[in-house]
């Protein structure tokens, strides 16, 4: 199968998560990647990062961000890293990084900059608070922006403390959003010849996601807050509900929902009750009612529930990590692949979470740093060799 972004040449000066993440996916959708390593320092620092490792220089970790992509290790700083940055930059549609907004300008990583190697070219700048504020010299990662965005403060219980999401969310949303427009901007050079900037940063996307919260507040002043059960702001019910061996989460977005909900349970007398007549009177009285729920969910098992009411209405089981992996869903729609690794026979990755004429794309694993720099770029470093080694005598 053809993907649809072959012959599409992407450079990434990047590490860690959000860019990473953004390039991966058009990687999987058949996008040339080239990671461009610092090799001062011997490559992206999350090839460091465990718990399990896949001998020197490489990890689990490093794999589910870097798929399908080469490597290059130079030093952006050296003369010779320089040509071969503007070498590969000739022929390449864009340019990614996820650098401190300071940084692009000063490593001539920008589009003034790589202009005039390739004037089509599109830089993507992924950084921490964005490249035109008082801001762009900080660094930051994903959870401190979880933390200032007012993410936190809607996760978790009540009763406890603020809690972040449990996995690097802001960091994925942020490569998504970055790969978004960085396709958009090739798109508009491919028929001008003009490429341009292209930025977004972690802290803009997480506020982002406040979305209708953010509305609320700033139209009516309206200050939301953390649900217990992981319930809704405005809706119920739509939280979880203790099984006699779990929970289920329940969502009735809709006033049709809720009535197959209670005629489901055998309360159809809920329905007429005043204290849950509609949705503003529900939420009103919603700790009595969870506690009728309760009752009633306690009864059975989960997957008694599930048998019960999927397809009905939205419900579905709260697991844990391992449960939502080892789910037989999971491996039914595919999102689990095998994929040949030199230190093992192979490596289980998550599949990309879209399909191609009914078919996820085939990912392969990330090269070694640096394994791809002789094949690339081998005229061009041999060239940077001889101008240092003439620059020395």
Known sequence: MKLPLEGVRILAVEQF??????????????????????????????????????????????????????????????????????????????????????????????????????????????SAYGRDNERAGRPGYDFLMQAEAGLMSLTGD????????????????????????????????????KGCDVDTCLFDVALAQLNYAATWYLNDGLVSSRQPRGAHLALTPVQTFPTRDGWVFVMCMTERFWQVLVNELGRAELANDARFKDQAERLRNRAALTE???????????????????????????????????NPFVKATGMVQDIAHPARKSIKVLAPPIKLDGKRPVQRAASPAGADSEALLGAALAAAAAAAKQETT
């Open 17 to 126: 998560g959000a860019a990473p993440y953004g390039t991966m996916l058009l990687a999987n959708l058949g996008a040339e990647v080239i990671k461009i390593e610092n090799a001062t320092a011997g490559g992206d620092p999350s090839r460091s990062v465990g718990p399990t490792f896949l001998g020197e220089g490489d990890s689990l970790y490093f794999q589910s961000w870097n798929l399908g992509k080469k490597s290059v290790l130079l030093d952006l700083k050296s003369d010779g890293g320089r040509l071969a940055l503007e070498t590969l930059a000739r022929d390449a549609h864009a340019l990614a990084n996820n650098l401190r907004g300071d940084q692009p300008a000063k490593l001539g990583l920008d589009y003034a900059s790589l202009a005039k190697a390739n004037p089509a070219i599109v830089c993507l700048h992924i």
């Open 292 to 326: 009728i729920l309760d009752e009633e969910f306690r009864k059975q098992p989960t997957a008694h529930w599930q048998a019960k009411l999927e397809s009905v209405l939205p419900i579905g089981p709260v697991y844990d990590l391992a449960q939502a992996l080892d």
């Open 158 to 193: 009540p009763a406890g403390p603020s809690s972040r999401f449990g996995t690097s969310i802001i960091d994925c949303m942020t490569g998504v959003i970055g790969a978004l427009g960085l396709l958009a901007a090739i798109w508009n050079a491919r028929e001008t010849g």
